[in-house]
């Protein structure tokens, strides 16, 4: 083998070696910065604003205490179509008729309505026939 070949090699092994060595440096770096964020969210202290119990059924004075969670739930009660399927209700056993037929014996073969989000949870199972 000539001296360059040679040369080359080395270098291509170095460069692979560097590479690698920097790759695990940014991982353990991205590792060492989410847990100590996610110390730092433990040492957080919850303010309770309304107390709540096992009883409190009406989600508007959990959101006093949980807003964020209370604000993802209210995004649900949107009612628009959208080219996943959306939260507007629409019978699929109308707009396909054939899962008539592919459902029948089933439930399905009956009510068969688009799922829509937690805020209708309720409403939905007793509008199902």
Same mark, same amino acid.
């Given at each position: ?24 440096? @940014? ?32 989600? @508007? ?27 507007? @209700? ?40």
């Amino acid at each position: 083998m000539s001296p360059l070949t040679e040369t080359s090699r080395r270098r291509l092994i170095y460069g692979g070696l560097i590479a690698v060595v920097a790759v695990l440096t @940014a991982g353990v770096t991205y590792l060492a910065l989410n847990i100590s964020e996610r110390k730092a969210e433990a040492t957080e202290t919850f303010v309770r604003l309304v107390e709540t119990d096992e009883t409190t059924v009406d989600p @508007a004075i959990w959101g006093q205490n949980f807003p964020r969670q209370y604000d993802a739930y209210l995004r649900t009660v949107d009612t628009e179509r959208t080219s996943y399927g959306g939260s507007e @209700a629409f019978d699929k056993l109308e707009m396909d008729p054939r899962l008539v037929t592919i459902f029948s014996g089933y439930a399905f073969g009956i009510d068969y309505k688009e799922e829509r989000g937690h805020a209708y949870m309720l409403t939905d199972q007793e509008e199902t026939a």
